[in-house]
């Protein structure tokens, strides 16, 4: 009879039969990537989805579309309610994903199945992925438990919260890890490459030497050369045409150092429909699901004229053609996002295009701010200058090259260039700034009433609660 | 003497001048009631022959009987048969008001038990009953109403209705909820797969000390159908024929063109001087002149509840040939089924075949088996529950568009500017399929070994195929389903096959007074299913339909599995009564299953029954003329459910697929976390019964109370995300259902051309959640907790809408004059989770069904009253039409919205949805509605043609009636109707949104048998 019951597990995959050679070990680490898209799911509502929460929080952000009270406290900064369930969905996309890089740690570590250079590889991408989330979380939320080892009990789950720095130890002590693995500094496919592990080593540095750790001039420094290593590998560049950020020949290459990977069917992108006019305009076989997020109009004002990013059809547009008859012109009535639109889905209704996380211009950037930062606000150093020239004079061809900068220059230029890219807010917080864009300045976040929002930031405005029901489950974490 | 005394002369005694004779003689004879009085109508037939006769106005009857030993079987309804030898040529026959009921015999698990004996809780129905609703299309519809503590909700108006069976209320958060069904003996049989025509009785096992014996499978409690057999020495052709026609019961109140349009012009006049499209002189958009006249009113006004729906015209026809000879019988049975859906296209068909054969191959050795297959098919018009479906379309549609326009082409929400766009519900219904089938076989075989005088051994194996199908289709040219991917073409398949072996020895002895009846066996199941799913897009033509998967440019990622699990079990029972006054009875299960691990692996299910037939006892002896059965039992025992899904205690991988370059690759991710120290969820129940039966069984009366602990819940214990999984099951948390049952028939009249019996049956349930690890689950607009009833909506209190005169207090709640109010309950100022509270429960306070037959002379007369009392409803439906931004049509009481002319509402100011915003909760105690209702179920006139007529034509009963079913319901719901769900029928009870509407149907019944 014990045969009889014995239960047959028809097709499914176990842990009694995984982690057996080198193809399960790549499946099991793309699986790793999934979560970086976890945000941008899209629930119940028409154009809602929890990615936006880090948009609206900045202020700089509208939503044309009401979609009711959780979104409203962004948008409004009414203050979050810890059962806001985007706070959920982030908190979740952070942690499952975690756990897998998690398993692929423990399982492959010390792994003969495939040989050594395969396996650090492997545990290269496993190792980034698991510190890109953690750096996710411990921006979003401060201090949070840290989990470094699968889950092997139930009963065993009931975890603390980390302080923020033995978190950072962690993403760093993984980022270093995953550096010193062969990857190439590219990788067209899309995966992890020797180029993001820097680029995010240097945005953690940065990160570091802000808020809320304070750590400030060693870790400019190690922003700097880390920002500068990318640049100096020459392996990468800025597009001419702002059109080419959204041209499918141009994905994880060029100015794109780490993408989201789309394709049409199985893991559409959600921004080029969510992001249409609302009410809806006939711009495209399918306007129907839109208006999640449009800039606020003085965000939008505060571009400067002739700044190339507010030329239509660049970052943002005012008018489109209508869907199967172009010649005729839609207005719209108030400025939207373009910077997502792609040509293919308003034919298809399918939007396979890859979402930038880290764009070589960030990079520049980063390295321009490193240096103004070491150097008490300006910077009149050639690699600083020449990295924020070449992002600058991209907007503004005619522009003389600057030869020496200001930090709140570079710190401006930051919102304009990753406007509505969901970098803004982490900027804001790790620098406590704000730009105030009706007196075209850079203020402190703290008091500082962005447009859209019913009031000024306040210390408590700066990191999310923790999810009421992640409390609800560990109460360890409201301790 | 007593009017109720028992026959005074038996057969035997009559026998004793009977004279031996070889040659046909005559007899006469007059049948009287107890009181001596002649009884009309009474049958006479002679004891396993074929002729027989009735009596006349007069109760004398005359009969040519082949010789004086011949034995007749004098019958009247609601009498006793007797058998009385015709050994005299002028018979006096008085019969005595039967008490029928305590003789009939009720199958328990693996046996049968006369009623008087039963010791336990179950309800026996009868297969007449069953059909006693003519438009019956399966065996659970027909259940409806027939027994207490049954609970059927008739959940959708749609073909089959999608009945929800609930025994004793809901047990389980995680596991199934549904009765175990039996069909036959074999065990886990689907019960739509039978025609219900050949149902000779259906019997629900309610307590534990039925269910136990069937263990891990009983917790829901067990349904058993037992189909017809032939009778030996007999032949009977039995042809039912039913034609029906469905109409919308009753339509809901929504807006018409004018309405409409009026709301709209509110909805834009929300900004001073802001104009409606089809007022606005600048707004040229490109249908305005094919809907509107110059000055703005509508060209058309359509009703869509009419357009979308029609006169469903349905037939049923079941055909069966029954009788035996001395040793052997057989049923054969044919059925077709074809019935219309009140809305366009919808339909469900089934034809099924089935024979049985019982045969006493040897004195020592009987054998039956049966065979039914059949096929199903129905066309699901209402898939895709809160997408932009058919049904939803035609609550949602806006009157002032043309189904079609003089062009042809179909009107869309979307040629209005700013509305939701989408098709329209003809369109849709019209061009969407959706047809979902199964071709299912069920093969039993029983093989009955009498090994002694009091000892049987059965063998039984049983083999079931179900093979189902799905097969989707929408074109690529329908705006919102599946024009966005050229085309939607999709076929799933499911096999699912099962095979199962009892054996048992049965033993039945009498000693003296004492009689032991004893079963012990064992069985084996094997359950495989396996399914495949396939589909493609992008078409450039529709021809194809869902034919030609390959036509199609996009290739949708194809997916199979398969599922096995296996149960071994092991029971015994043992039943003991003295004189038939005192009986005890216990039962053991041990049951196996794939589904558990180690020490898990088997679970044990024990249950104890004893009663007491207080009506036996000598001192009873003088009541007996009133009160002629009394019956008090009781039972206690523990019984399992293992319906938890497959593979719960192993940890499972989840294969998908990521993109790289711009390409799907295979990935992998953590998915379930087993627990390998998973065991049964088990309910534990008492039972406390008492059956008594008045004035000869004129009234019987049965009426049970129930405590039921359902513990070691299958409960999908949360884990923080830390983990990296979600949760996984665990044995944790209880719920309590406890409650009575009443169950009342009675004879009210019973004289020579009227009759008038009735049938009331009565329940109460309430369930508690005593532990679910401190968890809060939140449903539909409800919410499962610890300390409260199951199903409980919670949420908001709507107190109306904030007027002008309150606008400074509006404004603390940053709410502006129009918009709704909702009561601060925790007085904090402001309005937050904690204004939440109980808004009421989905299940029933109480349910009541009420039968009442009236017959005089041929003609019958049946009336079917249902009720429930205290359940409410999410109408979620009036919560997405009604709410302040509408871009679709809308209820009719929407027009009472606030306007500053009219602040006394309870809806808030209409507007855009990009207007100021007023928030609208989904729970709010505006849209849990009062379910309660009264429902004229059925009302039927039925005429018995004389059978002295049909005599010459061969026939042995013709019968035509007219009913009709859902024919008036009395309820404040302000959906279709309070019977519903739209998600499942565990949690979600009466969560409605967008519901298929109930027909009333009328149907014309033509019953014949020769």
């Known amino acids: 009879c014990k045969k009889f019951l014995e239960e047959k597990t028809n097709g499914l995959l176990t842990p009694d039969n995984y982690y057996n050679n080198s193809q399960q070990i790549r499946a099991a680490v793309n699986g790793a990537y999934l979560g970086l898209n976890s945000p941008f799911i899209t629930t119940i509502g028409v154009a809602v989805s929890p990615v936006f929460s880090l948009e609206y929080i900045t202020g700089y952000c509208q939503r044309p579309r009401p979609s009711g009270n959780e979104d409203n406290q962004f948008i409004q900064l009414g203050g979050i309610d810890n059962a806001n369930s985007s706070l959920e969905t982030w908190w979740t996309s952070s942690y499952y994903p975690i756990e897998n890089c998690n398993s692929i740690i423990a399982n492959v570590g010390n792994s003969t199945v495939v040989n050594a250079t395969t396996r650090d590889n ?8 698991r510190a890109y989330y953690y750096f996710q979380l411990v921006r979003l939320f401060g201090s949070v438990p840290l989990k470094t080892t699968p889950t092997t009990d139930l009963n065993d789950t009931q975890l603390s919260r980390a302080p923020v720095e033995s978190i950072y130890n962690q993403i760093v002590s993984d980022l270093t890890t995953a550096e010193k693995a062969g990857l190439n500094w590219t990788d067209k496919t899309g995966h992890v490459s020797k180029g993001a592990i820097k680029a995010l080593l240097a945005k953690v540095y940065i990160t570091m030497a802000g808020y809320p750790l304070n750590k400030g001039q060693e870790y400019y420094q190690k922003a700097y050369d880390e920002a500068n290593q990318v640049i100096q590998s020459g392996q990468f560049s800025l597009f001419t045409n702002y059109a080419d950020l959204r041209n499918p020949a141009n994905y994880n290459s060029g100015e794109h150092i780490f993408m989201i990977q789309h394709d049409e069917n199985t893991i559409p992108n959600i921004m080029h429909f969510t992001l249409m006019p609302y009410p809806e305009l006939p711009i495209s076989i399918q306007p129907s699901y839109s208006g999640a997020m449009a800039p606020a109009g003085s965000f939008y004002n505060s571009y400067a004229a002739g700044d190339k990013r507010v030329a239509e059809e660049n970052f943002y547009y005012t008018q489109h053609g209508q869907y199967g008859n172009p010649s005729n012109i839609i207005k719209l009535p108030m400025p939207y996002i373009y910077k997502y639109w792609n040509d293919q889905a308003e034919i ?49 061809p005619t522009a003389a090259a600057a030869s020496t900068i200001a930090l709140d220059d570079v710190l401006k230029e930051r919102y304009w260039e990753l406007a509505f890219e969901f970098q803004t807010w982490f900027d804001m917080q790790r620098t406590r700034k704000a730009f105030d864009v009706d007196n075209n300045k850079i203020v402190n976040i703290i008091g500082y009433k962005a447009p859209m929002h019913n009031r000024a930031f306040a210390e408590t405005d700066l990191l999310w609660p923790i999810p009421l029901t992640e409390i609800q489950k560990d109460p360890n974490l409201s301790k | 003497t007593s009017a109720f005394s028992k026959p005074s002369i038996s057969a035997k005694a009559k026998n004793i001048s009977g004279a031996l004779s070889n040659a046909a003689i005559t007899v006469k004879g007059v049948v009287t009631d107890e009181k001596g009085q002649p009884l009309p109508g009474a049958s006479i037939k002679i004891k396993n022959g074929t002729t027989g006769t009735v009596t006349d106005v007069n109760g004398a009857f005359s009969l040519s009987v082949p010789d004086a030993s011949a034995v007749l079987q ?14 005299s040529s002028q018979l006096k026959i008085q019969l005595q008001p039967g008490n029928k009921s305590l003789n009939e015999v009720v199958v328990v698990g693996y046996g ?26 399966n065996v659970l519809q027909g259940l409806a109403g027939k027994a207490a503590g049954v609970n059927v909700m008739t959940n959708s108006g749609k073909p089959g209705g999608n009945p929800a069976v609930k025994i004793r209320g809901t047990g389980s958060i995680n596991s199934s909820n549904s009765p175990l069904y039996v069909i036959d003996g074999v065990v886990g049989a689907d019960p739509n797969s039978i025609d219900p025509n050949i149902v000779a009785s259906v019997d629900v096992y309610k307590d534990a000390g039925s269910t136990a014996i069937y263990g891990s499978r009983g917790a829901n409690g067990v349904i058993v159908i037992t189909t017809k057999l032939g009778k030996k020495n007999s032949s009977d052709i039995s042809f039912n024929n039913t034609v029906s026609f469905g109409t919308l019961q009753h339509e809901i109140n929504l807006l018409d063109a004018n309405g409409a349009l009026e709301l709209l012009k509110r909805e834009y006049e929300y900004v001073p001087g802001r104009l409606a499209p089809h007022l606005d002189p600048t707004n040229n958009f490109a249908r305005k002149s094919d809907l509107f006249n110059v000055d703005g009113t509508p060209k058309y006004n359509t009703d869509w509840q009419k357009e979308a729906t029609r006169t469903a015209i349905s037939h049923q026809h079941s055909l069966t040939f029954s009788g035996g000879k001395d040793d052997f019988t057989i049923l054969a049975n044919i059925s077709y089924k074809n019935n219309e859906g009140i809305m366009l296209n919808s339909y ?25 297959a059949g096929g199903y098919q129905s066309n699901n018009i209402e898939g895709n529950t809160l997408g932009l479906n058919a049904v939803r379309e035609m609550y949602e549609f806006l009157p002032f568009m043309p189904v079609q326009y003089p062009d042809g082409t179909y009107s869309r929400k979307g040629d209005y500017p700013g509305e939701e766009d989408s098709e329209n519900p003809v369109r849709l219904l019209k061009d969407v399929k959706d047809v979902t089938g199964r071709i299912s076989t069920l093969g039993n075989f029983v093989g009955t070994f009498h090994l002694a005088k009091h000892l049987n051994f059965v063998t039984s194996f049983s083999g079931q195929l179900n093979s189902g199908y799905e097969n989707y289709f929408s074109g690529n040219d329908v705006f919102g389903v599946s024009q966005q991917q050229g085309g939607v073409a999709q076929r799933t398949n499911t096999l699912n096959s099962v095979w199962s072996n009892e054996d048992y020895f049965s033993y039945d002895n009498l000693f003296g007074k004492h009689h032991v009846n004893a079963i012990v066996g ?21 021809t194809f339909s869902y034919y030609n998967l390959g036509a199609g440019t996009v290739i949708e990622t194809p997916s199979s599995s398969q599922i096995e699990n296996q149960l071994n079990s092991f029971y015994t029972r043992v039943n003991y009564d003295y004189d038939g006054k005192y009986l005890f009875g216990a039962s053991f299960r041990a049951d196996g299953s794939s589904k558990f691990r180690g020490d898990n692996l088997y679970g044990y299910f024990p249950a104890f029954n004893a009663g007491w037939r207080v009506s036996k006892e000598n001192f009873f002896k003088g009541l007996q003329s009133v009160i002629s059965d009394l019956k008090i039992r009781g039972s206690y025992g523990l019984v399992g459910n293992q319906e938890i899904g497959n593979y719960p205690t192993v940890s499972l991988y989840n294969s998908t697929q990521s993109i790289f370059n711009q390409q799907k690759t295979s990935a992998v991710t953590l998915a379930t976390f087993g627990n390998p120290d998973l065991k049964w969820e088990k309910s534990q129940q008492l039972d406390l019964g008492l059956d008594v039966s008045f004035l000869n069984g004129r009234i019987d009366f049965s009426g049970d109370y129930y405590n039921k602990i359902t513990k070691d819940l299958i409960y999908f214990v949360q884990q923080p995300a830390t983990s990296g999984y979600a949760g996984a099951y665990k044995n944790l948390g209880s719920i309590r259902n406890r409650g009575f049952e009443l169950t009342l028939n009675t004879q009210n009249i019973v004289s020579k051309d009227f009759k008038w019996s009735s049938s009331i049956n009565f329940s109460v349930n309430r369930s508690k959640v005593l532990n679910i690890n401190h968890d809060i689950i939140y449903t539909w607009g409800g919410r499962i907790m610890e300390g409260e009833p199951l199903n409980e909506f919670y949420g908001y209190i709507r107190q109306g809408v904030w007027t002008q005169a309150q606008a400074a207090e509006a404004a603390k709640f940053g ?84 306007t500053p002319q009219n602040q006394n509402s309870t809806n808030a100011q209409v507007r855009l949805a990009n207007d100021p915003y007023s928030d609208h909760e989904v729970a709010d105690s505006h849209y849990v509605e009062d379910g309660s209702f009264l429902r004229v179920r059925n009302i039927a006139l039925t005429y018995k043609f004389n059978k002295d007529w049909l005599k010459a034509i061969k026939m042995t009963n013709l019968s035509l009636g007219v009913n009709v079913e859902n024919a008036f319901l009395f309820t404040k719901y302000k959906g279709y109707d309070p019977e519903a769900t739209s998600f499942d ?9 967008y519901q298929y509407p109930k027909p009333r149907t009328i149907s014309i019944n033509l019953n014949a048998n020769f």
């Not at chain 1, 492997?122 to 992925?129: D, G, I, K, N, P």
């Not at chain 2, 004098?74 to 050994?87: N, P, W």
């Not at chain 2, 064992?522 to 529709?542: L, Q, V």
């Not at chain 2, 909702?822 to 029933?844: E, F, H, Q, S, W």
């Open chain 1, 122 to 129: 492997f545990l290269a991408e496993a190792y980034f992925l």
């Open chain 1, 348 to 396: 298809s209704g399918r939007d396979g295009s890859n979402f930038p996380l880290i764009r070589y211009a960030d990079v520049l950037l980063l390295c321009a701010e490193a240096s103004a930062s070491l150097n008490g606000g300006t910077t009149s150093d050639p690699i600083a200058v020449a990295s924020y020239n070449k992002v600058h004079q991209r907007a503004f």
């Open chain 2, 74 to 87: 004098v019958s009247f309804t609601g009498y006793e048969t007797r058998e009385v030898t015709a050994s």
């Open chain 2, 112 to 137: 049968t038990s006369k009623k008087a004996n039963l010791i336990t809780s179950i309800a026996s129905v009868k297969g007449d009953a069953i059909t006693e609703r003519p438009t019956t299309v």
């Open chain 2, 348 to 372: 469900a068909k089934q034809l099924n075949g089935y024979i049985n054969i019982g045969w006493d191959v040897k004195p020592w050795l009987n054998i039956k088996a049966s065979l039914n």
């Open chain 2, 522 to 542: 064992a069985s084996w199941y094997d359950y495989i299913t396996s399914a495949t799913k396939t589909g493609s897009e992008n078409f450039f033509d529709n």
């Open chain 2, 815 to 898: 709410k502006l004059p129009g918009d709704l109010r909702y009561a601060d309950l925790n007085n904090n100022g402001v309005k937050d989770a904690g204004d939440r509270t109980d808004l009421g429960n989905a299940m029933p306070k109480w349910e009541g069904n009420f039968t009442n037959t009236f017959t005089y002379k041929n003609l019958s007369l049946f009336l079917d009253l249902e009720a429930m009392y205290g359940n409410k409803l999410l109408n979620l439906t009036r919560f997405i039409m009604t709410g302040p931004t509408i871009n679709v049509n809308s209820y009719a009481e929407v027009l009472n919205a606030y």
């Open chain 2, 985 to 993: 029928a565990s949690l979600n009870q009466g969560v409605d949104v």
